[in-house]
């Protein structure tokens, strides 16, 4: 077991004036038996930081510590990591058992009983033992998985890599193997690091969550933290889904002049907002209330354009009365309650739930309120994993 | 489904099962005839290889006679045919060798790795089968003779390989590109060198497709004759030279062509017996290794 330091990494892909920079000046600290979820869009650069990590890929900046030791000339043979890949990457010519022990006969001075017998006792765990004879090709994705997650586990490695293993899944199997995945890391205690774009998974999984876009490193920090303190535009629209809602607008003497409606900024929020003259309001679908009648003046009045009952919620794509252009936004309201499309309805987005992000550089201004509890609870968390990362 | 339909003229409508009866035995018909197709020269060949001399090309045909094997004794007990049998195996099967050899680990490269100008070098590999044969017959001899190749074992192989070389090179390209390349990254990662997870993981992934480009060179190499006509003359004369020699100005020897035409056959039919359950992925070309 190890921690993980990356140390002001970038990687350019190409020469010259053609460069993409995949991965921008990163710098981490993971520590020793963490799990720590990649997560990002496509092109964020997750799978090539991680891929950098194993030693697949050479950074063109900075440098890779695993354990106390700087890894940056060292291969992947000599890092001492097992990783699972997205299509598993089983061998196809080797048969369950031949798979698992391969990486033991490679990098081990093992006897071939010894190999067995951790072959045997990793496939147990995996609930694989029936399948050891069987090729790759036989199995379903599922066991397929399972093997590919066994023979990571076989060789208790230092790290272990896992990029978006369960993507090729059905939905139910990827909830199972989260479950899986999640107890496995905790029993065994090894360093993770976890590669997805699925935020579910990412929110479900790590004990912390690197945000990436376009390279960069947006936000460090546990699940909820990045949920409900967030550091910019890109995270609260990352995480959550349906995505946060944004409406975009001018600050005129302490109004906020979005596309459709007013929004009067409390004492607070213009203090947070400084002297900016444009402003991007922040409400989750959850936090928003839709009334038949005007319950407060803070209101603004919208038509329903389509419903998407869920079961026991149900998500109404609104647009407001009074805008000029085409975009909706998401409310979550109960699934019991009835709602038709094209039914005008009342918004209110409470004060209190509500995120400012500054228009130019998206960066958060100001942070929703959350319950006392929740939000020790949240300083805590920050707390713990900010002193245990030092 | 046709028996549920109400409408009227239904009853004249087969049923589901009528109908895939008849698309069954239509396709088994098409497939026998083809069969036949396909076979019948074979057998027309092994059948007058069995007949006496005389009897060989008599018309009409004998469908039903003695078979006798005296025209594979004839052959066998000509020390040229035996020598140039031979002969061609060695050649043949030293050029498969050495045409995998060079051709699998370019292949590899070619699909795995940055080469400057990767289009152009295929292409400039290709090229080499871009000229009709009896273009180059000639460069060939000359070339042959100024290296003293002609005539010579080493020369036949040289000439195999040109002749195969950019089939295997273009066609393990395509199989390895399906081969996923992260399998050689989990090779890595569980402690193989480059060279290990190629050998140990990628090759044996390939298996179907080497064995294809395999029997297919062996195939062209085997029946090949222009060139043996042109660069050969007496010490690395090939089989098929040896064949086409019973074709002769004034008579064709048409029992002793039948029985030295069979017998060439036999070692291809061997081969392809051998490596038969990889082909059908090979011929595929490595579309059964993606998941």
Known sequence: ?390 | MATQDVEPGSAQRLDKDTRETLVTVVRHAFLLSWSFVVLFPLYWLASMSLKPPGQANSLPPDWIFLPTVYNYIQLAQQSDFVGAFVNSLVMVGASVVLVLLIGVPAAYVLSRYDIPMERDVLVWILSSRMLPPIAVVLPFFIIFRELNLFDTRIGMVLMYISINLSLVVWVMKAFFDGIPETLEEAARVDGATQFQGFRKVILPAAKPGIFSVAIISFIFAWIELLFGLVLTSFEAVPVTLFVYSFIGSRSIEWSMLAAASTAMIIPVAIFLIAVNKYLAAGLSFGVVIKE
Do not use: W
């Open chain 1, 1 to 390: 077991m190890a921690r993980i330091t990356i140390d002001d990494v970038t990687k350019r892909f190409g020469d010259g004036d053609d460069s993409v920079v995949a991965v921008d000046d990163v710098s981490l600290d993971i520590k020793d038996g963490e799990f720590v979820v990649f997560v990002g869009p496509s092109g964020s650069g997750k799978s090539t930081l991680m891929r950098i990590v194993a030693g697949l890929e050479t950074q063109s900046e900075g440098d890779i510590e695993i354990g106390d030791a700087v890894v940056n000339q060292l291969g992947p043979r000599a890092r001492d990591i097992a990783m699972v890949f997205q299509n598993y990457a089983l061998y196809p010519n080797m048969t369950v058992e031949e798979n698992m022990s391969f990486g033991l006969k490679m990098s081990t001075d093992m006897s071939d009983e010894e190999i067995e017998e951790t072959v045997t006792s990793a496939a147990e765990m995996m609930d694989i033992d029936k399948l050891l004879d069987n090729r790759p090709g036989e199995l379903s994705g599922g066991q397929q998985q399972r093997v590919a997650l066994g023979r990571a586990i076989v060789r208790d490695p230092n790290v272990f890599l896992m990029d978006e293993p369960l993507s090729n899944l059905d939905a139910k199997l990827r909830a199972e193997m989260r479950t899986e995945i999640n107890r496995l890391q905790n029993d065994l205690g090894v360093t993770t690091l976890y590669v997805t774009h699925d935020q579910t998974e990412a929110m479900t999984m790590g004990d912390r969550l690197v945000v990436l876009n376009y390279g960069e490193l947006q936000q460090v920090g546990t699940p909820l933290e990045c949920f409900y303190r967030p550091a910019n535009q890109f995270v609260a629209g990352f995480l959550g889904s349906p995505s946060m809602n944004f409406y975009e607008g001018e600050v005129e003497g302490g109004t906020l002049r979005a596309d459709g409606f007013d929004f009067d900024l409390t004492e607070r929020m213009q203090t947070s907002a400084g002297d900016r003259g444009a402003l991007v309001l922040g409400a989750r679908p959850e936090d928003i209330s839709l009334h038949d009648e005007p319950v407060t003046d803070h209101e603004f009045e919208a038509v329903v354009d389509v419903v998407e009952p869920m079961g026991s919620i149900s998500y109404v794509y609104l647009q407001a009365v009074n805008q000029s252009h085409d975009q909706t936004f998401i409310v979550e309201i109960d699934g019991q309650r009835p709602i038709s499309e094209g039914s005008r309805v009342y918004v209110e987005i409470p004060d209190e739930d509500i995120h400012l992000f500054d228009a130019a550089s998206g960066e958060t201004i100001h942070q929703r309120k959350l319950d006392s509890e929740a939000e020790i609870a949240l300083e805590d968390g920050m707390q713990t994993v900010s002193s245990s990362s030092d």
